[in-house]
């Protein structure tokens, strides 16, 4: 893995130690993301899309596209988190791979990166992710985007701590506080990880995770950059809170 955010998939207890409890931690549902892709691929005439799911995660939304009728290849850093996905999707080829620099060759119909592009906090590593997306899609392929948006990720990032507490399959209760804090166009987030076993032992991690959220018209400029058309930022779809973009484009004709 080259890019740095592809690295911290590795250190980040959320994408690896505590890959399990990702499922549990996020909850929000699938549906108006998954419906929002697919009637604009339906409405492109693509009922069986070739879907790249960039940074699936543990691969629900690749799943619910699945359900749908569309045939989805599964592409993230974290093994763990792959590795839940290819388990949910046990149809569909995974791919241990940088968004940045990725090893994978081949032409999709359309490509989904969702809650992904947050984590590229250099231009370089977004201009090069967007970059290999235009190699990757066929032509007028479609790419469909969520990231967070800048100004109410700023009004967001309250320097309050968060708890959620939640029971994993092995009897175990994990306590994950998040405390998000704006700092020159970054959410830099303090977490802390408790692990309580079923005996009683526990453990601590203690991480600090860095976003950069998206300006409207640097999401228009770094597509048009990298060869889209038709860039359209919409109001995030599926979300709890409106810090997030829903982003639609043309790949190259
Ligand atoms: C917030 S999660 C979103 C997961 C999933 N798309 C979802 O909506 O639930 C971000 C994902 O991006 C992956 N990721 C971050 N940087 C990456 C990179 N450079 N290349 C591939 N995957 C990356 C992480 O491993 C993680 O699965």
Redesign the pocket.
């Known amino acids: ?1 080259t ?7 590795t250190e ?1 207890p ?2 690896d130690l505590h890959a399990d409890a ?1 499922d549990a931690l ?1 909850t ?1 549902p ?1 549906e108006p ?1 998954v419906d929002a892709v697919d009637d604009r691929l339906r409405a492109a005439g693509l009922s069986s899309a070739t879907v790249l ?9 690749a799943r619910a596209l699945i359900d749908r009728g569309h045939r989805v290849s599964l ?4 093994a763990r ?2 590795a839940i ?1 290819g388990q949910r999707c046990p149809d569909s080829p995974t791919h241990r ?6 090893k994978l060759r081949g032409r999709f119909d359309a490509i ?5 592009l ?3 906090v250099s231009d370089e ?1 977004r201009d090069a ?1 967007l970059g290999s997306f235009a190699t990757l899609l066929g032509d007028d392929g479609l790419l469909f985007l ?1 990231v967070r948006e800048a100004v109410e990720a700023r009004r967001r990032a309250d320097g309050q701590w968060h708890r959620s507490e939640v029971a994993l399959n092995g009897g175990e209760t994990l306590t994950f506080a998040s405390r998000p804090l704006w700092r020159t166009g970054r959410i830099v987030v303090e977490e802390r990880y408790e692990l309580v076993n079923r005996d009683g032992s526990s453990s601590v991690h203690d991480y600090v995770f860095e976003m950069r959220p998206w300006e409207r018209d640097e999401i228009t400029s770094r597509l048009t950059a990298a060869g889209f058309s038709e860039v359209a930022t919409l109001q995030g779809v599926g979300r709890r809170t409106p810090d997030r973009l829903f982003v639609t484009a043309y790949g190259l004709s």
Not at 53 to 61: K, L, Q, S, V, Y
Not at 97 to 102: E, F, L, Q, R, S
Not at 112 to 116: E, F, I, K, N, P
């Open positions: 893995m890019s740095r955010s592809a690295r911290i998939t980040r959320f994408y990702y996020i929000d699938v993301w799911d960039a940074g699936c995660g543990t691969g629900r939304h592409l993230d850093a974290s988190l792959l996905a791979d940088d968004i940045c620099a990725p989904a990166c969702r809650g992904v947050n984590d590229l590593e992710a969520d």
